[in-house]
């Protein structure tokens, strides 16, 4: 499924980047995309998708924690540690909405 949004996606940015269809056709477009964008389900999918990512990384950071343990350099442990007080703290940079 992957795969295919991304094939979609490059798809549309191809024929947006590549058309000779005027500025009409561009803003139809844009149009269309931004009613996609904002649609609840879309809206929803997108954070259940981030929500998933976010729960997969902790996991694996928590594996990867286990096996590595004291062998990190300094500069990257400190960069991870600044990241989970960051994540606690309820900050976002993924650009979705905790709701």
Do not use: I
């Amino acid at each position: 499924m992957r795969y295919r949004l991304t094939f979609m996606a490059g798809l549309a940015c191809g024929y947006v980047l590549g058309a000779r269809a005027g500025r009409e056709r561009y803003e139809q477009l844009k149009k269309s995309v931004r009613e996609v964008s904002q649609n609840p389900a879309v809206r929803n999918a997108a954070e259940s998708a981030a929500q998933t990512g976010r729960e997969v990384a902790g996991k694996a950071y928590h594996s990867v924690s286990g096996v590595v343990g004291d062998r990190v350099p300094d500069s990257v442990a400190h960069r991870v540690r600044s990241l989970r007080e960051r994540s606690q703290n309820g900050q976002d940079d993924w650009g979705t909405s905790n709701t």
